[in-house]
């Protein structure tokens, strides 16, 4: 009976002690609030990270140059994309029913002789072409004379003749398709691609 007296006057004057004690943390503390209240970690947040940087007095110096180079390796590579473009682009053209060079078309070939020594490791594909009359037949023919006109004064100014190859479209691929005067002078013309 004592230690049932002992168990009633516990509860009654410690039990309300400690809910006292635990309910009342504090003035400006809160108690454990989410999952911490319940036993659980609070999940981390993700901290910032700060760029790296490289250290040391030198790394301004590495960056300027880096760049210098991009830029003037750019540069060389815009020089070279306009003048392939301007070879491409400049075409030696023939008088009527002819496949011989004019002095202006032979000092044009000069120049690209000059680019084809720059530029070695370049195949041109040398095309023929001629404007609409005539037949089909005789008109292959007269773009192919025209064709290698051009890859024999090229060879004798000492570009190799394994780089230059011919072919002949004849009439089938005018640059101005119309029918006059201007326009056939325009498509009797050898021009150049590259293989």
Known sequence: ??????????MVF?????LATVS?????QKGPTGPEQYGQAAPQRP?????IRPEGPETGAIDEEELARRRAEEARRREMQASREAF???????????????PRAQSKLRKKADWLRK????????????????????????????AESVKIF??????????LLTISYGEERPIDPAH???????NRRAQFVFE
């Open 24 to 28: 009342c943390a504090p003035k400006g």
């Open 119 to 146: 530029n070695p490791g370049l195949t041109a594909i040398i095309e023929g072409h001629c404007d609409e009359r005539g037949t089909t037949e005789y008109n292959l023919a007269l773009g192919d004379r025209r």
């Open 154 to 163: 090229l060879t004798n100014l000492g570009i190799a003749p394994t780089r």
């Open 47 to 51: 901290q910032r990270e700060e760029p």
């Open 180 to 186: 006059s005067e201007a326009a056939w002078a325009k």
């Open 14 to 18: 410690i039990l309300p002690g400690l």
């Open 88 to 102: 491409l682009n400049e075409h030696i053209y023939f008088p009527y029913d002819s496949s011989e060079l004019s």
């Open 1 to 10: 009976m004592k230690g049932r007296l002992w168990m009633v006057l516990m």
